[in-house]
């Protein structure tokens, strides 16, 4: 069992930049991939970036690449997500997830989520 912390969300204006956190505890994080998904109010969760266990493999929604990088750091058993040219679209609670195995796009092939940090960017 891991458990998940999302940190780092907040009110940005439109074209600035937020860094999200993914602390976790219980395990090290050594051995999943994670992954960072959104959801925006009445709308379904949907994948943003996922990055296998290894760290070298990444994915990206196409709407995202470019402007969202997602990162981890094994030593401190943390996953970020950088965001820069943010768009009041990108307004959503940001969530991250870790699975067994190698990275997914799709919500419910993770096993563990955090509580989710909200992301509000303004126009």
């Known amino acids: 069992q891991v458990q998940l912390v999302e940190s780092g969300g907040g009110l940005v204006q439109a074209g600035g930049s937020l860094r999200l956190s993914c602390a976790a505890s219980?395990?090290?994080?050594?051995?999943?991939?994670m992954g960072w998904f959104r959801q925006a109010p009445g709308k379904e969760r949907e994948f943003v970036a996922a990055m296998g266990g290894n760290g070298y493999n990444t994915y990206y929604t196409d709407s995202m690449k470019g402007r969202f990088t997602i990162s981890r750091d094994n030593a401190k058993n943390t996953v970020y997500l950088q965001m820069s040219s943010l768009k009041p679209e990108d307004t959503a609670v940001y969530y991250c997830?870790?699975?067994?195995?190698?990275?997914?796009?799709?919500?419910?092939?993770?096993?563990?989520w955090g509580q989710g940090t909200q992301v509000t960017v303004s126009a």
């Open positions: 997830a870790a699975r067994v195995g190698s990275a997914r796009t799709t919500f419910e092939d993770y096993d563990y």
């Open positions: 219980g395990r090290t994080l050594n051995p999943y991939a």
